[in-house]
């Protein structure tokens, strides 16, 4: 009898999207002008622990709600997450209120899109919410200026994997509702 081992499988899988790279294009858009660049940060070690989450593509998580609310995740206290709970990154490689997550790299940090205006939720702050214009044309929210992703190694509310990790050319985080990086 043969087994699989998803927690291997999904190893290959970050491993291969960390070596494809994330494929940059311009695009045009609006964003929020709340916030500016980034800073540095450590490499988190990868864990062994991932779960599926059900992403594909470059689609959203909240399909096309953009809300954004609050909740306690971990070690970080008070972090924004998406309609479904979970945890709301943001990309340091990211420049200017726009994406720099493409291809690759959208699949394994899929962005949060919105077919309307985006909506605070539960202690988010409606002030520091925008859009940004990706490449495929859809609408991605921002939050102090930065685009907003979900991680596919978290797979339930809570789970926080993708904090404080080098993935596609910068670090990866996720945002208090004063808009200020958490977990470093």
């Known amino acids: 009898m043969i087994r699989a081992f998803p927690a291997v499988s999904t190893l290959a899988v970050a491993a ?3 070596v494809a790279g994330c494929g940059g294009s311009s ?6 002008a709340y916030g500016s660049g980034g800073s540095s940060g450590s490499t988190k070690a990868a864990s062994g622990e991932s779960g599926g989450g059900g992403y594909s593509g470059e689609s959203s998580s909240a399909s096309g709600s953009g809300a954004v609310s609050v909740a306690s995740v971990g070690d970080l206290g008070k972090v924004l997450v998406d309609s479904e709970g979970l945890t709301l990154y943001y990309f340091e490689k990211d420049e200017g209120g726009k994406s720099a997550c493409y291809g690759a790299c959208a699949s394994a940090w899929p962005p949060l899109t919105t077919s309307g205006m985006p909506q605070a939720v539960s202690g988010a702050e409606s002030s520091k919410l925008g859009t940004t214009k990706r490449t495929d044309g859809t609408t991605q929210v921002t939050y102090a200026g930065w685009p907003l992703y979900t ?3 978290d797979s339930k509310p809570g789970e926080d994997n993708g904090t404080d ?6 670090p990866w985080y996720p945002l208090h509702p004063n808009g200020e990086k958490a977990g470093e």
């Open 165 to 170: 990790v080098d993935s596609f050319g910068a």
């Open 27 to 32: 695009n045009s858009g609006e964003s929020s």
């Open 16 to 18: 291969a999207f960390a």
């Open 151 to 153: 991680y596919t190694a």
